[in-house]
C-alpha cells in the first residue's frame, strides 16, 4: 500500500511538473524606467503599478509572466522582432501606434502635466504662458508630440528617458516639463523632485494622446489580445485592479 501512495504520489509530481514545463509563457517587454508606472529598483527587481498589473493579467490568464526590460524608443521595434509578445509599459494608444502595433483595451487613463521649478514666474500651461520657454519631455512619446504641437513658440527639448529631463529641469537647464501628471506628481514628492512643482494639468487632445493606455502587441495576434482584454474585464470586476490601484494612488487611475 505505501508503495502505491508513494507510486501515485510520484506520478502527480511528475505530471505537475510537466504541466509546469508546458505551461504558456508570455514574455513583455517595459521600459523599466517610468515610475511609478514601472521601474528598476537597485538589485535589478521590476517594479510598479504596469508590472503589478501585468503580473494580475497573467494570473488570470493561468500564464507565466516573464519581463524583458527594453529602452523606450525601442519597444515597438523589438515586439515587431519577436523579442518579446507585449508592450505592457504605459504606452497611449494612438492612431500613429496603430500603423505597427495593435492593441487592447485600455487598462488606465491619466491626463498630462507641466511641472516647473519652484521659483518660476510661469504662471499658467497655456501657449502664451511658455512661450520662449524650453520644455522637457521624454522621447517618442505622446506627451513630446503634445508640445511640440501645443507649445509653437516654445523650444522642446527631448530626451531618451524621463530621468535624464528631471535631471536637467533640477540642474536649471529646462523652464518646465511635460509629462503624465502621476509620474509627476510622484517626483515633486520625492528628494530628486524637491526642485519642482506641478504647475497644472493640461487637457489632453485625443489627436494627440489617444484612447488611453493599453497593451501592444504584434499587428494580428488577436487571441491574445482577446485573452487580456478579458483578462483586464476579470481583474477590473474582482476586486483586483482597485487593489493595485490603491497602492499606488488615492484615486481610480482608470479615468473615464
Avoid at 523589438?78 to 523579442?83: P, R
Wanted: hydrophobic residues 40%.
Amino acid at each position: 500500500m505505501r508503495f502505491i501512495i508513494r507510486a501515485a504520489t510520484a506520478a502527480a509530481l511528475t505530471i505537475a511538473a510537466i504541466a509546469a514545463a508546458n505551461a504558456e509563457t508570455v514574455r513583455i517587454g517595459t521600459e523599466g524606467a517610468y515610475p511609478p508606472f514601472n521601474n528598476l529598483t537597485p538589485d535589478g527587481q521590476l517594479v510598479g503599478f504596469d508590472i503589478d498589473i501585468a503580473k494580475a493579467l497573467c494570473d488570470e490568464m493561468k500564464v507565466e509572466c516573464e519581463f524583458v526590460t527594453q529602452d523606450w524608443d525601442g519597444l515597438i521595434p523589438a515586439l515587431e522582432a519577436n523579442k518579446f509578445d507585449a508592450i505592457i509599459a504605459s504606452m497611449s494608444i494612438t492612431d500613429e501606434r496603430k500603423k505597427k502595433v495593435d492593441f487592447t483595451n485600455k487598462y488606465y487613463n491619466t491626463p498630462p502635466a507641466i511641472a516647473v521649478p519652484k521659483d518660476s514666474d510661469i504662471k499658467g500651461v497655456t501657449a502664451e504662458d511658455l512661450a520662449g520657454k524650453t520644455i522637457g519631455a521624454q522621447s517618442a512619446t505622446t506627451h513630446a508630440n503634445f508640445a511640440e504641437e501645443k507649445y509653437p513658440d516654445a523650444d522642446v527639448k527631448v530626451y531618451p528617458t524621463a530621468d535624464e529631463y528631471k535631471l536637467d529641469i533640477s540642474n536649471g537647464r529646462l523652464d518646465a516639463v511635460v509629462d503624465d501628471v502621476v509620474v509627476l506628481s510622484d517626483w515633486v514628492k520625492s528628494e530628486d523632485g524637491a526642485c519642482c512643482k506641478i504647475l497644472g494639468t493640461v487637457k489632453p487632445d485625443p489627436a494627440i494622446y489617444g484612447e488611453g493606455i493599453g497593451i501592444a502587441l504584434r499587428k494580428g495576434d488577436d487571441a491574445l489580445r482577446e485573452k487580456f482584454n478579458t483578462a483586464i474585464a476579470a481583474i477590473r470586476a474582482n476586486g483586483t485592479y482597485k487593489k493595485i490601484n490603491d497602492k499606488y494612488f488615492d484615486f481610480d487611475v482608470y479615468g473615464d
